[in-house]
Structures are given as C-alpha cells and as structure tokens.
C-alpha cells in the first residue's frame, strides 16, 4: 500500500478546529492537528476514490458543503503535503498539485534567513533552483544539519505524522419524556447511544473497555454505575448484556429521566491471533458468565483467590473486584510459569511421628509411613500474634515413600494439614 497524505491549512484553524477535525475523520483515523490546520494519512483511499487528485477534489467538495475554511493538498510524503497546503495560505478552497512543490520559494523551507539570502544572490530561489546543487556541496557548507533540508526538497519522506488528538473520552446523553421505572424498557434507547459513541471510537481508530453511565433520577439525583471489562471492544450486544446485568445487580432507587453514558478509549484487540493460535472462547463470554454467576450468588461470593504474604491456615482470600483477564494480543500463548498447588485435607490426617535429637525422623499416619528425607521449619501457623496466641507449629517434610507434606503439632497432636502436588 502506497503512502499518502493529505493536508488541509486554514487561516481561522484555532475557531474551526472542531470543524476541522469532523472533516478529516470523514477520510481518516489517524490525524495529526497542527497549529493552522490537520494533516492525516489516506493511505488506501486511491481503491476507494481514486488517484490523489481525486482524493484531494472530494476533500474539497466536503469542505465546501460543510462550510468550512482550508486549502487542500495531498502528497506521498508529510512536509510535501504540509508546504503544499501552506503555499496557498490566505486563499480559501484551494488545491495543490504536486507539480507545484518544485516551484515554492526557498522561504517556506527551514532555512535562516542569512542563507535565503545568500541563495536568492545567487539565483537560487526556488525548490528546482535548489535541487540542482549537488547535496555534497550543501552539506559542507551548511553541516549536517541541511540535509534534513535536502530530505525535503527530495521528497524522502523522513518526517512521519503523529496522531495527537487530546480527547481521551466520549459521551452521550439523552432526555427522556417520561420518568421510567425498568431499565429493561431503555435498551433500546441505550442500544441508539452506544451506536453512536462507538461510531466516533470507530473513526478515532481506537476501542473501549472503560464505560460510565449515569442516571438522573425523579428524586433530583444521580445514580452512576463504573464498568470496565479487562479487553477493548466495540461489540454493542455484549456491551448492552453487560449494563443491564450490572443494573439488576444493583438497581436505581428511583425512576429514571435522563441517561448519560461516556466511553474511554483505549488501543483496539487486534483480530489477527495467529495461524496456529489454540481455539478458544471469546473473553466476551466469560465476562458475562462471572456477571451472571453473580447475579446468581451474589457479588460478594464471586471474583479471583489471592494469595497472602502470611502463615495462616489458609492463607487466601476472594478479590470480589478482579475481573478474569481476558485480554489476547495475538501472541502465541507461552508456557506458564511451574506452581506449586496445595491440598488441603478436610479433616486433618492424624499422625504420629519420632522425634530424635530434635529431628523429625519417622512420620506414620492410617494410609502411609516412612522416613523423613527432608523437611524445612519450624513455622508459627498464625501471622496475626495480636489475633490469638502462638498454638500451632509447622513443618513441611518430604517422606521416603513418596510425596511432600504440610505437618502441624497442637499441643501435644501431631496431624497432616494437607499435601503439596
């Protein structure tokens, strides 16, 4: 696919920027805003419309019938298309062939004004007058630092856009005639909305996975919901599923008057995962099912075990807030790193074991015995000493026959906490 750029400068850039920006989302999602216009990539559009000519006169046309201020140019290369546009700068509804780069003036280029007019004494005063000095000769008089110049006049295409759009969020909201009670009864306006903001993400280049929505209510408040999901989509029927499964988990305490929903952007998932990536479920799926799981049990009963740097007898708890990830970046999935997973015995196995010279020797319990190879310890079973007293001691030990264990002593009753796998 060819490069290709298009530029768009106009004298009132700053009042029409918004303007601006409408015009060249209709052709791009990568745009660039620059102090006195847009520029932005059209690579592609030649399938669609035609040669650059072409690009540019439809450009134009949308200008004209939108009314807003600028001057067109389109070129393979940024500053080509930057100093095209900015040649006609003053003039309005103009574009520039490319034919005419060779003839602008040497002033539209980074160059001091101590050179220009050393140049303009000699008969050098345009692009093509340029051009004909060797590029040897003008980097060793002017430095390196000209052929950053000569890379212009070239056309070498050493300049690259940088999108900078500084919004980060879009939003919607909508007025309703008559207060309702069932969220159930607004899908179909919140299916319109999403349609909308997801419409602009779409035009941006970029995706979602941040949504917040807030309700204005008929007691004169407000009732805001946070959704996030751990994967970028633009899907609308997940996303409806979604809300409306959060909003009956926790349902508005009045009826509802007004909506107002703002997406976030985020980088888009990328849709190519390989050609030998593992089949697998959608994450769109299992975020709905953990959402439905909770309207089922309840949300405090559902989320992801964590770990706790502590000695306990079950050294974990339930993160209610965690999501599953979800997220696939195309990369073939890598082998996940060894872990050590834990049995617990319900109830502990009662043991009995000899302890010689201070050692564990021998451990003997109803479904096996043997020697002790190794063991590491003596551990305090409890982290919080200001809880309850220091009551149970812990080893874990490797028996001869096979199989690592977690050993406790109460008082004077050894038993088998659990078994390492």
Not at 208 to 236: A, C, M
Not at 365 to 388: C, I, L, P
Request: proline content about 5%.
């Amino acid at each position: 696919m060819s490069k290709l750029y298009a530029c768009i400068i106009s004298g009132r850039a700053k009042a029409d920027k918004d303007e601006l920006l409408f015009a060249a989302h209709q052709f791009s999602a990568r745009i660039e805003v620059l102090d006195d216009g847009v520029l932005f990539d059209i690579g592609g559009l030649e399938r669609l419309i035609g040669k650059p000519d072409q690009i540019a006169g439809k450009i134009l046309t949308h200008l004209k019938t939108h009314q807003i201020s600028g001057n067109v140019a389109v070129a393979a290369t940024v500053d080509t298309a930057i100093l095209l546009a900015r040649q006609n700068k003053g003039l309005n509804h103009t574009v520039a062939s490319p034919d005419e780069f060779h003839q602008l003036p040497l002033r539209n280029l980074r160059i001091e004004k101590d050179s220009i007019g050393i140049f303009n004494e000699l008969g050098i005063n345009n692009i093509e007058d340029l051009r004909q000095i060797p590029a040897d000769d003008l980097i060793n008089r002017y430095g390196q630092d000209f052929k950053k110049v000569i890379d212009v006049i070239e056309q070498n295409g050493k300049s690259f856009l940088t999108p900078n759009i500084k919004e980060s969020n879009v939003a919607w909201s909508y007025e309703l005639d008559m207060a309702v009670e069932d969220f159930e009864q607004l899908i179909f306006v919140l299916n319109h909305g999403l349609e909308n903001l997801f419409g602009q993400i779409a035009n941006y280049g970029l995706s979602t996975e941040h949504l917040n929505i807030s309700f204005g209510l008929s007691n004169k408040t407000k009732r805001d919901y946070e959704i996030k999901t751990s994967f970028p989509t633009l899907e609308r029927p997940f996303w409806l599923k979604l809300v409306n499964l959060r909003v009956s988990l926790d349902p508005p305490e009045a009826a509802i008057v007004s909506l107002n929903v703002t997406a976030h952007f985020t980088r888009p998932r990328p849709n190519q995962r390989g050609l030998y990536a593992v089949s697998r479920p959608e994450p769109e799926s299992l975020l709905l099912t953990v959402n439905k799981i909770k309207k089922l049990v309840g949300e405090e009963n559902v989320g992801l075990p964590v770990l706790l740097n502590q000695r306990l007898a079950k050294p974990f708890t339930l993160d209610v807030d965690a999501i599953p990830e979800g997220r696939d970046d195309g990369a073939a999935p890598s082998s996940p790193p060894g872990i050590i997973a834990f049995t617990w015995y319900h109830p502990p196995v009662r043991a009995e074991v000899l302890v010689r010279d201070g050692r564990l020797v021998f451990i003997k319990t109803r479904y096996f015995s043997g020697h002790v190879v190794e063991y590491s310890g003596v551990w305090k079973a409890n982290s919080k000493w200001w809880d309850r007293s220091w009551k149970t001691q812990e080893w874990d030990v490797e028996v001869e026959t096979g199989g690592v264990y977690r050993l406790c002593k109460a008082d004077k009753e050894w038993f088998l906490a659990g078994e390492y796998d």
